[in-house]
């Protein structure tokens, strides 16, 4: 799509642009492939073992103020974060950079902290997110417009790449060790309660800074090569370092690995240290000016009127794209498939997330197109995604309300909010209150995608059950038609003689049909088999 845009339908100005995207595509490719691989032997293993370390503080006290700590440090320094905040800061300079990061920090710490009282405490998870989004939406009428979208994705850019798996595991790490009910539903749920700190913090925010002067948006202007690589050496030295030393502080005291394994993660954390810093460096570098370039590719003045329209199809299909390499849904596939023994596949759950997230590029298109209050959409949404609560398995909930907070990670920030903000830009309007919301709608499409899976997922088992119980009674009742056989056979059958055939005649006697019936009852027992 991105060829095809800026090739053949609005060419880029110079070679230089050409070359930058290039650089940009191979750098964010290298840089995913190095991040999962070390992630699966650092970061995970951290948090899965520092949230099953915690059930020796005994207190829920000391639980839920390490996960407040757990959650602020996460956030922090997220990458997908940073890249908002500086977004924000270009067309708005009262938005302190540093304080909206800490502000968003703080919303999520408490998030988080809430999430694991309510695992330990066995509160309804339904009920959670009942209370937490009405809240929510009382709370966006008393907010200035400019706050309203930008809340909702700065909510979606503080789960990312690396809060996301380090949460996860964390709460994967009490549920397992200290939930009262100690089943799957309780390792998933926390990263959407932890997605509403952020709104909230946003909107308290907002409410005391009020609305301000905007700036043109104008991404990597100024900045060179360089300067991009060492901006982001030092977020991800933010990001990492962190849970680095919180790992060791566990170790010391607590966890107590052997050398040979402590050796290990701390390789696997510089591999993906090495592979999100490429990875990063590559969205900054090629990524943010393929988005705005597309973005005003299809408002320029000499183009037709039905042209601008066309780039709903072109949103549907790059947020389908971007959500397939997003690396937080990677992860949430990979820990889905193993909660739930293969039963979901990862694929199942990235397939499902990528149409939802296309139809939430598409609908964010479209607000900004036909220039229409984001609570229109917001609303209905979120009301739709409610009420599925009613009839959706306690598993898929949770499943749900956390896909909801991985989908807007840093390929999301940094290529969608400035295709959105491109658009806007070309059509005059106020771009924080007009240009921002992207991840708001990546945010809400997999609550209401995942659901209805999971009632999908719901009926086809409901189905399968009664199945399994109809063909166990006939095959009960088969036995016992057998069974009444065989006791009539013994009051009423002559005596056999058993004996050893003699001569070679009693095989000639042996019906020719014989071999036939035996190979017509292996195959049944194969298809039987195959049955069962």
């Known amino acids: 799509m ?25 750098f964010v490719v290298i840089g995913q492939t190095l991040f999962l691989i070390g992630l699966d032997s650092s970061i995970l293993p951290i948090g899965k073992m520092v949230g099953g370390s915690l059930i020796k503080l005994k207190k829920t006290a000391l639980i839920v103020l390490f996960g407040f700590v757990f959650g602020l440090l996460a956030t922090v320094a997220e990458p997908a974060l940073a890249v908002l905040a500086g977004q924000v800061h270009i067309i708005n300079n009262a938005i302190n950079h540093t304080l909206f990061i800490w502000i968003l920090g703080v919303g999520i710490g408490v998030a988080v902290a809430l999430a694991l009282f309510r695992v330990i405490k066995d509160i309804n998870i339904k009920l959670c997110f009942a209370v937490l989004y009405i809240l929510t939406f009382i709370l966006v009428f008393f907010v200035p417009d400019q706050f309203r979208a930008l809340a ?8 990312g790449d690396v809060s996301v798996p380090f949460i996860l595991a964390l709460g994967m790490g009490v549920s397992t060790t200290m939930s009262k009910s100690r089943t799957n539903d309780e390792s998933f749920g926390i990263i ?22 905007i700036n043109p948006y104008t991404p990597g202007e100024g900045t060179g090569f360089g300067g991009i690589v060492l901006e982001n050496l030092s ?20 966890i107590k690995l052997p050398r040979r394994q402590l050796m290990r993660i701390l390789f696997g954390s510089l591999v993906v240290f090495i592979g999100l810093l490429i990875f990063l460096v590559g969205i900054d570098y090629g990524f943010a000016l393929a988005g705005k370039h597309i973005g005003e590719a299809f408002m320029e003045a000499e183009r037709p009127d039905w042209f601008m329209w066309l780039l709903l199809p072109v949103g549907f299909i790059l947020g389908f794209a971007i959500t397939l390499s997003e690396p937080a849904v990677v992860v949430l ?3 889905v498939e193993d909660i739930t023994n293969g039963h979901i596949k990862k694929g199942v759950i990235r397939l499902t997330l990528a149409i939802g997230i296309g139809l939430a590029a598409l609908l964010s298109v479209l607000k ?6 984001i609570l229109w959409f917001l609303i209905p949404l979120y ?9 959706t398995p306690k598993l898929f909930v949770g499943l749900a309300f956390d896909s909801g907070g991985v989908t807007g990670g840093a390929i999301t920030s940094a290529f969608l909010t400035p295709l959105t903000l491109g658009i806007s830009m070309s059509l005059n309007q106020d771009i924080l209150v007009s240009g921002f919301g992207m991840i708001a709608f990546v945010s809400v499409m997999p609550l209401i995608a995942v659901q209805v899976l999971g009632i999908i997922y719901k009926i086809k088992l409901a189905k399968y059950e009664t199945e399994s119980v109809s063909q166990v009674q006939t095959e009960l009742s088969q036995l016992n038609e057998l069974a009444l056989l065989a006791d009539l056979g013994e009051e009423t059958a002559p005596e056999i003689d058993i004996t050893e055939p003699e001569t070679a005649e009693t095989t000639d006697e042996v019906p020719a049909t014989a071999g036939e019936d035996i190979k017509d009852t292996e195959e ?3 298809e039987d088999n195959g049955n069962e």
């Open 235 to 254: 977020n991800v030295a933010l990001a990492i370092i962190p849970i680095i030393v919180i790992f060791f502080l566990f170790q010391l005291f607590l």
């Open 333 to 335: 596939g990979e820990q």
């Open 2 to 26: 991105i060829i095809i845009v800026c090739v053949f339908v609005s060419p880029m100005k110079t070679v230089e642009d050409y070359i930058k995207l290039l650089v940009g595509y191979v």
């Open 383 to 391: 009301a739709i995604s409610l009420l599925l609560l009613i009839v």
């Open 192 to 213: 959407g309660i932890a997605s509403v700190g952020p709104i909230i913090a946003v909107f308290i925010y907002g409410m005391i800074l009020g609305n301000g002067n």
């Open 368 to 373: 900004i197109l036909t220039d229409v209050n």
């Open 524 to 526: 049944e027992n194969k």
């Open 152 to 159: 909702f994705d700065g909510s979606g850019a503080t789960t």
